[in-house]
C-alpha cells in the first residue's frame, strides 16, 4: 500500500518510524510546507527528496497513492482531508479529528458523501496499559461501572501551535483521554460541567489546566481533573484512571494496572507494582499506538474492514471536547451537543 505523508516534522517522526516497521507499507510522497525540515528530514530517513512536495495537491498529481496520512495541526485537518477525500482517497488523520466542530462534521459529511474511508489516530486506545484496563472492564467481572476519576498532569515544552490554542489541554491533549473514556465505558455523555484557568507560571496563551465532571449515558460520573503546565510530579501521558465499581475497584497508575474486590480487605489507594496478587497481568500486543493504527488503516483499505476510530464514530469524541469547551464559558452544566452533522 502507497501513502502519502502530509507533515514530516514534530509528530511526523512518529509515523515515520511506525512506517518502518510494517513490510506493507511504502511511501509515494510527502507533503512538508517548511523547507528546512523537509531537508533534514530527508536526511536523517533517507527519504527521496524529489518526492517531497509543498502541497497535497501538487503530491496528488505527481504520484499514485492508496492513502493519505495527515500529520499536520488541527487547523489544517479540514482542508488536507476535504482534498483527499474528494478524490478518492482513504485518510489517517492525526488527532483531533479538526479543530472545531463544525469542520469535523464538514469531514464526516464529506466521507458519508463519498464513501471514503476516514480515519482518526486515537492512539491511546491501543496502548499494552488501555487494552488491558478495557479486557478487565469488558469482562464484567467488576459488575457496573458508577463513578471514574481521572488525573493527569504532565507539563511539555512543544512550542508551536500548541502555544496558542485557547484551551491547549483540553483540545490537544485530552481530546484522547475523553476518547478513552468513551472506549472504557462504551458510552458517551449526556451533560459536562467544568471550569478551565491558566497558572501564573503558564507558557501557554489558553488555559492549560481543567477540571471537568462528565455524565454519561450508561450512568457513571467521570470527574477529570489536568493540567499540561503541572510543576510536579507528573502522570502517565495515559493519566491516571480510578474506576468505582459493583464489586471493587479498578485502577491504572503509571501504565499498570490493578484490581481490587469487596472481600479483600487491602486498599488500592497504596497500590504497589511488587503488589503481584493485585496486578492485572498485561495483554500481549504485536503493535502498539501508530504502528497498530496504520495496520488497521492498511487492513480497512485493502479489505474493507471497518476501523474502531472512523470519523462518524470520532466525531461524538470531538464533541465531547467542545461540550467542555462550552461548559467553561459558560460557567453551567451543558447537555451534550449532538455530534451527528
Not at 25 to 39: D, H, L, Q
Not at 53 to 58: M, N, S, V
Not at 229 to 245: K, L, Q
Amino acid at each position: 500500500m502507497k501513502i502519502i505523508q502530509v507533515g514530516l516534522g514534530g509528530m511526523g517522526n512518529a509515523w515515520l518510524n511506525a512506517a518502518r516497521h510494517l513490510p506493507e507499507i511504502e511511501y509515494a510522497g510527502f507533503v512538508e510546507i517548511n523547507e528546512t525540515i523537509a531537508r533534514a528530514q530527508a536526511e536523517r530517513y533517507g527519504l527521496d527528496a524529489s518526492l517531497i512536495f509543498h502541497t497535497l495537491d501538487e503530491a496528488l498529481a505527481a504520484v499514485q497513492t492508496d492513502g493519505v496520512l495527515d500529520i499536520t495541526p488541527p487547523q489544517f485537518h479540514r482542508s488536507i482531508a476535504l482534498t483527499a477525500l474528494e478524490h478518492g482517497i482513504p485518510v489517517l488523520s492525526e488527532k483531533p479529528l479538526a479543530d472545531t466542530l463544525d469542520a469535523g462534521r464538514e469531514i464526516v459529511a464529506a466521507a458519508n458523501r463519498t464513501g471514503v474511508l476516514h480515519m482518526v489516530a486515537q492512539n491511546r486506545r491501543y496502548s499494552v496499559p488501555a487494552q488491558t484496563l478495557k479486557r478487565v472492564l469488558a469482562s464484567g467481572e467488576m459488575g457496573q461501572v458508577a463513578s471514574v476519576s481521572v488525573e493527569f498532569f504532565r507539563g511539555p515544552h512543544f512550542g508551536g501551535f500548541r502555544d496558542q490554542m485557547p484551551y491547549p489541554l483540553i483540545i490537544d491533549m485530552a481530546i484522547h483521554h475523553f476518547d478513552m473514556m468513551r472506549f472504557f465505558l462504551d458510552s458517551d455523555p449526556v451533560a459536562t460541567a467544568g471550569r478551565s484557568w491558566n497558572p501564573p507560571w503558564s507558557w501557554y496563551r489558553g488555559d492549560a489546566s481543567a477540571a471537568v465532571l462528565l455524565e454519561f449515558a450508561s450512568g457513571a460520573v467521570v470527574s477529570y481533573s489536568g493540567s499540561w503546565c503541572s510543576r510536579g510530579v507528573e502522570t502517565s501521558w495515559n493519566a491516571h484512571w480510578r474506576f468505582e465499581c459493583e464489586f471493587g475497584a479498578v485502577v491504572m497508575h503509571n501504565d499498570q494496572v490493578f484490581i481490587g474486590r469487596n472481600d479483600e480487605a487491602r486498599s488500592l489507594t497504596a497500590a504497589r507494582e511488587t503488589d503481584a496478587s493485585m496486578l492485572v497481568p498485561p495483554v500481549i500486543m504485536t503493535y502498539t499506538d501508530q504502528t497498530y493504527l496504520l495496520r488497521e488503516f492498511y487492513q480497512a483499505v485493502t479489505s474493507g474492514s471497518v476501523p474502531a476510530t472512523i470519523c462518524q464514530d470520532n466525531l461524538k469524541s470531538l464533541a465531547v471536547v467542545f461540550d467542555a469547551v462550552r461548559a467553561f464559558e459558560s460557567g453551567t452544566t451543558v447537555r451534550s451537543e449532538s455530534a451527528v452533522p
